[in-house]
């Protein structure tokens, strides 16, 4: 029987033991026709249980199936359980039956297990005594037992992992590795030591260890969260370093000078990706399309979106009403329109932000007809009017003298249990009506009895 049964029949075949156990027919020989679970199945059966005690119960199970052999994996799966319900006497019990009981020496994956168990608990002592535990079954702690203890140390108190690193690794002859580094330079980025990150990147070059662009790419990241970005001399020397920088530095750099509003470097670093074959991430694009739209350069914007499609980059619905959001500023409501369509023939759905900026867009314009359009097609293609969309419709038409349509809008929205607050309402109605010459002593008497009833409503 070939061992690797297919994973969409396990729940069948599992069901199948399970009934029999639950009427007690379960017996060490089952009949020659019935599937026996693989190893990956036993596996998820175990992580799939509720209870340390349902899990050790589904193991021990497990154990009495014909043809079938615990292994590595199965009691991986069994001691992350019972790591998640910090039974870790239970776990460590098991490691000393697992050697005769498999036929192997532990592996490295069982203790790395144990010590990402420790850390989601937080018990840091516990962590930092793992070499122990190993050295205890005459196992040598390896480069990635050392690597996943450091991992957890520096998410806690990046102190310890120093101090682990160099009296625990470099003081028993371990020589760290590129995700050594990588873990203790993410730790001192995390705690704005970028001094000291600098010093480690000297550090690994001293012992030959060429950094990669993960570790370049978390201290530029410190850098430019930091707002360092302008310190030219770092980050210059950082660029010039890297030999292999790829798309998420110049996701970091551009999202940093345009957090700066530093436009033209911002296009700069944009040109760079995409002469090196990379293409920012989509919240990277949307950054450089807003920072655009904001300096009122919506025409260049579009163009930066042309180029990126063209490239296979992503533009989703956020970039589209930045976008749209620029050409409305520009009056552009016309050609923002255009975006809206394409949307829809990409599959990248509107909602109602894109839809209250044309609709202010069109207001702007005085093309309040367009506008009244937009509303009701919101209502046809499924999305629901908010607030803003209310009340850019309701100050648009009454600004430009459609106080009847402005009212039959308030109408709908108070229908829908949208109320307009008193300083929202004065600042909409009461100064645009004396735009449009409508401000006499009784109908503002009008509007505040309508005011009145809104409120009640």
């Not at 010590?115 to 793992?130: D, E, P, S, T, W």
Request: glycine content about 6%; aromatic content about 8%.
């Amino acid at each position: 029987m070939n061992s690797m049964l297919n994973l969409s029949n396990s729940s069948k075949n599992l069901s199948i033991f399970f009934k029999s156990r639950r009427n007690n027919k379960l017996s060490h020989r089952q009949s020659s026709n019935t599937p026996v679970p693989n190893l990956e199945q036993i596996s998820h059966l175990i992580l799939d249980q509720k209870s340390p005690t349902e899990a050790i119960h589904t193991f021990r199970w497990a154990s009495k199936l014909p043809h079938f052999t615990h292994s590595q994996s199965t009691y991986i799966a069994l001691i992350h359980k019972l790591c998640t319900f910090r039974h870790f006497d239970t776990g460590h019990q098991l490691l000393d039956e697992m050697p005769s009981s498999i036929g192997l020496p532990l592996d490295d994956d069982i203790f790395v297990t144990i010590v990402r168990g420790l850390g989601r608990a937080r018990m840091i002592r516990q962590v930092v005594k793992v070499p122990d535990l190993v050295s205890r079954f005459k196992v040598t702690p390896t480069l990635k037992i050392y690597n996943s203890i450091l991992n957890v140390l520096v998410k806690e108190d990046i102190d310890i992992a120093r101090v682990f690193y160099r009296r625990k690794m470099m003081g028993c002859g371990v020589k760290g590795d590129m995700y050594t580094f990588g873990i203790l330079m993410k730790g001192l980025c995390l705690t704005n030591r970028i001094a000291d990150g600098f010093k480690l990147l000297q550090t690994m070059k001293n012992k030959g260890v060429t950094p990669n662009a993960v570790v370049y790419n978390t201290l530029l990241h410190a850098l430019c969260k930091n707002g360092k970005l302008g310190i030219g001399r770092a980050r210059r020397s950082l660029m010039n370093e890297m030999v292999d920088p790829n798309s998420v530095t110049f996701n970091i750099l551009i999202t940093a000078y345009c957090k700066l509003e530093n436009v033209i470097q911002a296009l700069v670093m944009l040109e760079k990706s995409f002469d090196l074959g990379f293409v920012p991430d989509v919240i990277t694009v949307t950054k450089v399309i807003k920072v655009l739209c904001d300096r009122d350069h919506a025409m260049e914007a579009v163009e930066v979106r042309e180029r990126v499609e063209k490239r296979g980059g992503e533009i989703d619905v956020v970039a589209y009403n930045t976008l749209i959001k620029g050409l409305c500023k520009l009056k552009k409501a016309k050609a923002a329109v255009r975006f809206l369509k394409e949307m829809e023939m990409k599959g990248c759905l509107p909602n109602a932000d894109t839809y209250n900026a044309l609709i202010f867009g069109f207001c702007e314009l005085g093309l309040l007809n367009s506008a009244l359009d937009m509303f009701d097609e919101m209502k046809m293609v499924g999305i629901a009017w908010n607030l803003v969309t209310y009340e850019t419709l309701i100050g648009g038409l009454c600004s430009r003298g459609r106080m009847d349509d402005g009212y039959k809008i308030m109408e709908i929205m108070v229908e829908k249990g949208n109320v307009l607050d008193y300083v929202l309402w004065n600042s909409v109605v009461e100064s645009l009506a004396r735009e449009s010459g409508w401000l006499g002593k009784e109908n503002l008497c009008f509007v505040d009895d309508l005011l009145e009833w809104i409120l009640e409503r």
